[in-house]
């Protein structure tokens, strides 16, 4: 019996194998290859036991971690496996065919860019960079060929204002907290392929270009309005820039879009005693001034009927965007140029456009076309051809396989499903668009909000400050505000840190490796034999991992934490019914098998975790000396890939536990607002 394998393709050994007791199986005729296992393995040396741990664990349909597919597309386990050996060939054939389909999709990922006017909170975290880095590395470490892309969002009224306060010019003070929000991404793992900025002189010529591509085809409606003059100033004043006393309650610093005080929405003319909030000044006067609006309610029809063409959407997703079509009078057109000094010039394609002259863009408008320039910006930083980046982007020149999933908050769903696919329909380019919209709820702080104004919760620069990047990960991932709101609490955090990293997965690490360098030295241990709790092991593993990849693929990101996490249970579960070190005394060679699998899984445990603790993931392997962090094949392969007289090291405690002590100062100086 040299070769456990050759057994398992001439027979029938389905599924039904793990099911049938071992004594049963017997009986059917299975003699030695089964029963020899044991004590196979315990007399052969190491290069025997290989092929029965694979004849173990390739007798099951659950067990193949299968191929990589896109959602909704592949194969189930069952169909990958078989017996005889014309049906394995066919198999293998097929997932060479698999493989390579698979090295050959692309999957373009956007995350929706954060507003340049300060550092983001956690909430601002989880709800879009962060689930869009999963999925980016996911999809990495399966073997598909990723752009993942980010940016921060420059433009508009609260950059002007937040560089004012600052006593910054605007263009340095977005140059500089873009590199604040840049260095906090890496210190996160934020695994950009580029982080752009909408300021960007490709944002600027691409958006100017499909202005001027609007206004070709009809799509752009210039629009005479009365608006507040400051001759002071020398400009007109945008809506919150002007302030008065309300005619409505009397509070004398209503702004010109809103009284805070009574919340009556309110013109600028509305106001008594208007004043330029930038000057103070009163020299206001009343001028005609044009605008240009995007006239998306004629591009009503190909919208809606782009969105019915949209598969596997979201139901709030969705409706949301069918509301807005179809609510009131229905989708109206909106104005896309402001009065404002910093932002895109207004210009028709590469032309001036008369009438515009000091107006800008609204940032509105120029933020998602930065999803597209940020690619520019990408291959122009990595020293590529356009050709580069417009196979990601433009349908006719290889961007129709592209598969382009958006992450975002709720809150955004409108722009992304209307105002910006109208941009790119009205353009009549042929520009990719997004195939699937993952969007969240918010994560809410301690019984309130995060709020960036008010300083209220934790900031990614102060999360960094008291603990490393994987632990802050971990929570939020496997709290992410999906299907609902979901909050931050230290005890809760302190909890799933202690359990979930420090008590299973940490503990498994440390305990396995330890053990084995104190009975066997730092390198695999060979010999010994397997039995049926390897057997149950594996099975309970295959489904887990399948169920974990579908999770991931979907972008059921809690689901997929939850799995991921009972996949780490398993392993102790295992290791506690094993219990290698009560094997010891009697049967060392046992022991060695069971180290040796445990060895194996800690590395598993590496490469699967990978996309929610990178770092933890990174140390592991490192340990365990391979680099090695491709998704497996194979379980059965995986769990082999360490053989013995490979060396480790014991690693360093990978999770420290949060104290009580910490917790509560941690409580206690997130309490109130960030000084
Ligand atoms: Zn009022």
């Not at 944002?203 to 752009?220: D, K, P, V």
Request: net charge negative.
């Amino acid at each position: 019996m040299e070769d456990g394998a050759m057994f398992v393709r001439g027979n029938s050994v389905g599924p039904a194998f793990i099911k049938t007791p071992i004594p049963a199986a017997l009986e059917n005729g299975m003699l030695g290859a089964i029963a020899g296992m044991h004590s196979l393995g315990r007399i052969g040396a190491g290069t025997q036991v290989a092929p029965l741990v694979r004849f173990l664990l390739s007798g099951q349909s659950s067990f193949a971690t299968g191929s990589c597919h896109l959602v909704g597309v592949g194969c189930t386990a069952r169909e990958r496996l078989g017996s005889g050996p014309s049906r394995r060939a066919r198999l293998d054939r097929r997932a060479a065919l698999q493989r390579r389909a698979r090295a050959m999709a692309r999957v373009l990922i956007t995350s929706a860019l954060p507003y340049i006017n300060g550092i983001k909170h956690l909430g601002n975290l989880v709800g879009s960079q962060l689930p869009a880095d999963l999925y980016a590395r996911f999809m990495r470490q399966r073997g598909h060929e990723v752009l993942f892309l980010c940016a921060t969002d420059e433009h508009g009224t609260p950059a002007e204002l937040a560089a004012a306060k600052a006593g910054q010019d605007v263009a340095e003070y977005c140059a500089a907290m873009h590199a604040v929000q840049a260095e906090l991404a890496r210190g996160f793992g934020l695994s950009f392929d580029h982080f752009g900025r909408s300021s960007s002189p490709q944002n600027h010529r691409l958006t100017q270009h499909l202005a001027g591509r609007l206004a070709e085809n009809g799509y752009i409606e210039e629009v005479s309005e009365r608006q507040v003059y400051s001759r002071a100033d020398g400009r007109f004043l945008p809506d919150r820039y002007i302030e008065g006393t309300c005619p409505n309650c009397g509070y004398e610093r209503a702004r010109g879009d809103q009284c805070e005080n009574c919340t009556k929405q309110l013109e600028p003319t509305d106001l008594i005693e208007p004043r330029s909030a930038i000057s103070g000044s009163t020299d206001l006067e009343v001028r005609e001034t044009k605008h240009l609006y995007l006239r998306q309610s004629r591009l009503r029809g190909e919208l809606e009927a782009w969105i019915d063409s949209r598969e596997g959407w979201p139901v709030l997703t969705t409706s949301i965007a069918k509301k807005w079509l179809t609510d009131g009078e229905g989708l109206q057109d909106r104005g896309i140029t402001r009065d404002l000094d910093w932002g895109i010039p207004v210009r028709r394609g590469t032309e001036p456009w008369p009438g515009m002259e000091g107006k800008v863009f609204y940032v509105w408008f120029d933020a998602p076309i930065e999803y597209i320039a940020c690619a520019a910006e990408w291959a122009e930083a990595n020293g590529l051809s356009d050709e580069a980046w417009e196979r990601w982007w433009r349908t006719d020149k290889g961007a129709d396989d592209v598969h382009y999933v958006q992450f975002m908050g709720k809150d955004n769903v409108p722009f992304h499903t209307l105002s910006f696919p109208a941009t790119l329909i009205g353009s009549g380019e042929p520009w990719k668009r997004v195939d699937y919209i993952k969007s969240f709820n918010y994560l809410n702080y301690d019984g309130g909000q995060f709020s960036t104004s008010q300083g209220r919760g934790v900031f990614m620069d102060q999360a960094l400050e008291i603990l490393p990047s994987d632990y802050w990960r971990w929570w939020l991932l496997s709290h992410a505000p999906e299907s609902s709101d979901s909050e931050f609490t230290w005890e809760n955090f302190q909890a799933s840190v202690n359990k979930d990293l420090a008590d299973v997965l940490g503990n498994f690490v440390s305990r396995v490796t330890k053990f084995c360098r104190s009975k066997f030295g730092e390198a695999v241990p060979e010999g010994g034999g397997f039995g049926p709790s390897e057997a149950a092991l594996a099975e309970a593993l295959g489904a887990r991992l399948a169920t974990y990849e579908a999770h991931m693929e979907a972008m059921e990101v809690r689901k997929a934490a939850a799995e991921l996490r009972a996949i780490w249970v398993t392993g102790n579960e295992y290791l506690q019914s094993a219990a290698p070190w009560a094997e010891f005394k009697e049967d060392p060679a046992r022991a060695a098998a069971i180290i040796r699998l445990a060895l194996n899984l800690a590395r598993l445990y590496a490469v699967i975790s990978r996309p929610f603790i990178p770092d933890a993931s990174a140390a592991m392997l490192s340990a365990l000396r391979d680099s090695e962090a491709a998704w497996p094949e194979s379980l059965p392969e995986a769990l082999e890939a360490l053989g013995p007289g490979h060396a480790f090291e014991v690693p360093e405690v990978l999770f420290a536990k949060i104290t009580d002590e910490a917790r509560e100062g941690w409580e206690a100086r997130f309490s109130g607002r960030r000084g």
